[in-house]
């Protein structure tokens, strides 16, 4: 039997690339939306799901295994972007945030474990951030709402292996991708401490994510892990650079890597 695939946020970016790969390999796969119906452009089945919603949640996934029997992968991609300084971004985007980014998959995992255990099987897998290794200067909510994700990730693994649901994380660099033109900006404020840097701030990230690598990358990571008998706890895929300063992070002193980090933000 074909495996069934549910991928939150497959409607554009990461996720619709990974859905129309996936599909292409054989897998039954179903993506969401807030507007479903409002998107004319995919190829893959798309559910109307709001991660910031249970109940959305819930009726996405009863959606689900009432039309296909059972959920074998759910592949956690919904997320926002966020940058601002701490000190000027309003808390009620810090809330969306991770409302967005952590609560919504852990409701999510919450409404597929019970379909999980009684399968005895399933696959999740978290799409996190190489961003989450570390505080980044005007991402600290974005940085810190992936890093949560991926505590959680290996606190769950450690709960559900009895049932033999495997968990796992995905963190990627930068991709090319229209989440720069979805992520909350806190406004740069004419006469704030922060305008000129952040502004600087602002400016290179919206060039790391359009001159970032192909989506289809990841897609290809995802259908290698879907593959593994025994995925690993955590899994980075972008750039070598990217991938390197998580190991960099580890082996260095805090300072020494915090001086690196603003040299290369140019602080």
């Known amino acids: 039997m074909k495996k069934v695939i549910l991928i939150t946020g497959g409607s554009s970016g990461i996720g619709k ?3 129309e790969f996936l599909l292409e390999k054989g897998f039954v796969v179903y993506g969401t939306s807030r507007n479903a119906s409002a998107i ?12 910031r919603n249970p109940d959305s949640i819930k009726a996405c996934v009863s959606k689900i295994i009432e039309l296909e029997g059972k959920i074998d992968v759910l592949i956690n991609n919904a997320g926002v972007g966020i940058t601002g300084p701490l000190e000027e971004i309003p808390l009620e985007e810090i809330k969306n945030n991770f409302e967005t980014n952590v609560f919504g998959p852990i409701e999510t995992m919450k409404a597929v474990l019970p379909q999980m255990r009684l399968q005895k099987s399933g696959l999740i897998i978290n799409i996190t951030s190489i961003a989450g290794y570390m505080g980044l200067p005007f991402r600290s909510v974005y940085s810190s709402s992936k ?9 769950l693994r450690m709960e559900t292996k009895a049932f033999g649901v495997q968990i796992t994380n995905v963190a990627p660099g930068d991709f090319a991708t229209d989440i720069a033109s979805r992520r909350f900006h806190a406004p740069v404020i004419k006469g704030s401490a922060y305008e000129k840097v952040y502004q600087n701030q602002l400016d290179m990230m919206n060039e790391h994510v359009s001159g970032g690598s192909n989506p289809i990358e990841m897609a290809v990571a995802i259908h290698k892990i879907i593959a593994t008998k025994n995925p690993k706890i955590h899994y980075k895929v972008g750039a070598f650079m990217q991938k390197f300063s998580i190991v960099l992070k580890r082996i260095l002193p805090d300072k020494t890597y915090e001086k690196m980090l603003m040299n290369h933000y140019k602080l």
């Open 17 to 19: 690339a990974i859905g």
């Open 40 to 51: 004319s452009n995919s190829n893959i089945n798309l559910v109307d799901l709001d991660v």
């Open 147 to 155: 890093g949560a994700l991926e505590l959680i990730t290996e606190s």
